[in-house]
């Protein structure tokens, strides 16, 4: 597995400089920052060196021209903002980092005093993080379904199984439940006028199974090969979601689904297992574990939502504005890769834009609120992160995001989103700990103690909780 660098950040330092802050709101804050003109000094030897490459003066090499020559050519002035534009972003850094501010926005800032030769003093107004006041996590209890099994589930997992193995016959007879058909769809408004775009050709529909379109099954049953049914329905996509219409259906072509028998013959084909008692509890045991990860998962979100029901966060505008915008561009993207347009889309979801706009807003509230959150837990805890924890999560997002892990990897270490990533393991971690710490229960009044629970849906034993510890202890102490 590759191994991920961490960032590294190393910000020259001085003692000379002064900071304050002012709290202009719970999200905004004013930062002053006074500089000694003195240690401004090497930002303008600095600034003269390099303007010093620049110009050509007869007599003098590149970048040995003295520095009143320099202000003879081009002016004290141009030689003092050079050096101000390259020693702000340090100043500003160690501003933030003695202030102990976790910026949430690019500063506005505002050079308020700056003469040569004098003090200088910088402010800069920046989007920060609202404190947080975290509710007593231990009397929240939230309730999450049964993971219970039943033999119809198990049944279900067979009969699927058996359908991957499943055989056609082109038949002549009627249709009937089951079929595999081929058909031609063709709808028209009721004055019997085609409506563009709702044709299909060669479509494979199978009797019984998700209907397409209300009336669909019923129009089919009983028809051979050749035949053709007209019914009433209604559109269920594209801008005319919803419409009454007439839909014509031609059955082209009709095909008989024989399923295998279910027999230890068949078993030993489709599975490691001999006897169909093996393959029944193995499907079992899989679909119990599934269920608990969807019990782990039901508790983290409905912990997360009780915990941001009971508390108020004030948001930063523009990071609500930032975040949005982001969300509009992903939107857009996903719907030109369907190739849907926004009315399409807003259509088959029956929605005005109003209410789509209003829904987006909501949830990236929700979601900065929730990071928030979970970010203070971490910030209040002890929460510790190794390479390989952040090795094997960035693995995962490459593989949930169908890229090569090397080039994903490349990717993210470019554009800087390995602190990112960190902060996403991170918050995993602190999550995980308000669901331990909350009290969960299921559907039938059990109580569930999900830090047992592993990746892979089985619960953790006693001896493999003890082997972990020991375990981390040992890789710390190394």
């Known amino acids: 597995m590759p191994t991920i660098p961490r960032p590294h950040r190393h910000q020259p330092r001085s003692s000379f400089v002064k900071t304050s802050t002012e709290s202009l709101s719970p999200t905004r804050v004013k930062l002053t920052i006074e500089v000694p003109f003195e240690e401004f000094e090497p930002n303008l030897k600095d600034a003269y060196q390099a303007i010093g490459a620049q110009v050509t003066v007869p007599g003098f090499r590149k970048g040995k021209v003295p520095a009143a020559v320099v202000d003879q050519r081009v002016g004290r002035n141009v030689v003092l903002d050079e050096a101000i534009n390259a020693a702000l972003p340090q100043w500003y850094s160690q501003a933030v980092q003695e202030q102990e501010i976790q910026p949430l926005s690019q500063p506005e800032i505002d050079l308020t005093k700056f003469s040569d030769g004098e003090p200088i003093e910088i402010t800069a107004e920046l989007d920060v993080r609202p404190p947080i006041t975290l509710p007593d996590i231990s009397g929240i209890s939230v309730e999450v379904k049964d993971a219970e099994v039943t033999d119809a589930d198990v049944d279900e ?7 991957r193995f499943a055989t056609f016959t082109e038949v002549e007879r009627p249709v009937q439940a089951g079929d595999v058909l081929t058909i031609d769809l063709n709808a028209a408004d009721k ?9 299909a050709e060669g479509m494979p529909y199978t009797v019984g199974k998700t209907e397409m379109l209300d009336g669909l099954d019923e129009a089919v049953t009983g028809l051979e090969a050749g035949g053709t049914a007209t019914f009433a329905s209604q559109l269920v996509g594209g801008e005319l979601k919803g419409q009454d219409v007439d839909v014509t259906v031609t059955v082209k072509e009709v095909k008989e689904q024989a399923l295998p028998d279910l027999d230890e013959e068949f078993v030993q084909m489709a599975s490691e297992f001999d006897t169909l008692d093996e393959l029944r509890a193995d499907l079992k045991d899989r679909l119990t574990r599934g ?15 009780e915990i941001i029901g009971q508390i108020e966060i004030p948001l930063p505008d523009g990071l609500v504005a930032e975040e ?14 369907a190739g849907m347009s926004m009315d399409d889309y807003l259509a088959e979801e029956g929605q005005t834009l109003e209410e789509f706009e209003a829904d987006l807003e909501r949830r990236v509230r929700e979601s900065i609120i929730a990071q928030f959150v979970l970010d203070q837990v971490v910030a209040d805890g002890e929460f510790g992160i190794d390479d390989t924890e952040l090795s094997q999560h960035i693995m995962r997002r490459a593989q949930q995001s169908g ?19 960190m902060s996403e393991v991170l918050r995993g971690k602190a999550l995980a700990s308000l669901v331990e710490t909350a009290t969960v229960k299921d559907a039938s009044g059990n109580s569930l103690d999900l830090s047992r629970l592993r990746a892979d849906g089985t619960i953790a034993t006693d001896e493999q909780l003890a082997a972990e510890a020991e375990a981390d202890s040992a890789s710390s102490a190394s």
């Open 291 to 305: 269920k608990r990860m969807e019990q782990a998962n039901e508790a983290r979100d409905l912990v997360l939502d």
């Open 403 to 421: 890229q090569d892990p090397n080039s994903y990897i490349q990717h993210i270490m470019e554009h800087n989103h390995v602190p990112e990533m």
């Open 324 to 337: 949005l915008g982001s969300r509009r561009e992903q939107v857009t993207q996903q719907l030109a890769f």
């Open 157 to 163: 997992q067979l009969e699927a199984l058996r359908e």
């Open 191 to 199: 004055d019997g006028n085609a409506i563009e775009g709702a044709q």
